[in-house]
């Protein structure tokens, strides 16, 4: 009479192989993330961060201009800008 199978003895804990992977890659050097800024990039942030006492300015007075009804949209001007995307 068998009591077990030969090839169900491994078959007690299938996971033990993933389990002892897991406990023995704790412990290897993990891989960090890196980002890199390009040249561009850094020019237009220091470009925006000089210019942003200008542009604050020009955001309060356009919100004083639509709070009080006087700030006149021109469409002409937008249509222009607009017209190089709706062409593409």
Same mark, same amino acid.
Do not use: D, F, W
């Given at each position: ?5 030969t ?9 033990q192989?993933? =389990?002892?992977?897991?406990v =023995?890659?704790? =412990? ?5 993330d890196?980002?890199q *800024?390009?040249a561009?990039?850094?020019e237009?942030l220091?470009t ?10 020009? *955001? ?17 001007? *937008? ?10």
């Open positions: 009479m068998k009591i077990n199978e090839n169900r003895i491994g078959g007690l804990n299938p996971y192989k993933q =389990n002892e992977t897991r =023995n890659g704790t =412990n290897k050097a993990r891989q960090k890196e980002v *800024i390009s561009a990039a850094k237009m220091s925006s961060q000089t210019s942003s006492t200008e542009r604050t300015k020009q *955001i309060e007075q356009l919100k004083r201009a639509v709070a009080s009804g006087t700030y006149h949209v021109e469409a002409g001007k *937008i249509a222009e800008k607009l017209l190089p995307y709706l062409k593409e």
